[in-house]
């Protein structure tokens, strides 16, 4: 059973740099033909899909978000990472990562929360 786990700092001040770190098990994350995907979610927003690395690297953003955000993985450790640079209060939220395949979200991470304070 594919697992997912997110891990990173919580708290976070304006203009720092976020960053977390997806460590999948039970599956591989060059496995054809999954996105790894991260999700966020807060009140104010809903559910809002940031961006993905595909399983052959490929990465795709929000087009919001394309200016501060990049998606990495390492694949010898089976992780992904995302990285949100000059975050802000309108950053809080629960972040998630996923794994789809099209429409398709099968395996999430439970979820961590990041809070932008100054």
């Known amino acids: 059973q594919v697992q997912l786990q997110e891990s990173g700092p919580g708290l976070l001040k304006p203009s720092q740099m976020l960053s977390l770190t997806c460590t999948v098990s039970?599956?591989?994350?060059?496995?054809?033909?999954?996105?790894w995907t991260w999700i966020r979610q807060s009140p104010e927003k809903g559910l809002e899909w940031l961006g993905a690395?595909?399983?052959?690297?490929?990465?795709y953003y929000s087009a919001s978000l394309q200016s501060r955000i990049s998606i990495s993985r390492d694949t010898s450790k089976n992780q992904f990472s995302l990285q949100l640079r000059s975050v802000t209060p309108e950053d809080t939220a629960v972040y998630y990562c996923a794994g789809a395949r099209g429409s398709y979200y099968p395996f999430w991470g439970q979820g961590t929360q990041v809070t932008v304070s100054s």
């Open positions: 690395i595909a399983y052959d690297g490929d990465t």
């Open positions: 039970g599956g591989s994350i060059t496995t054809s033909y999954y996105d």
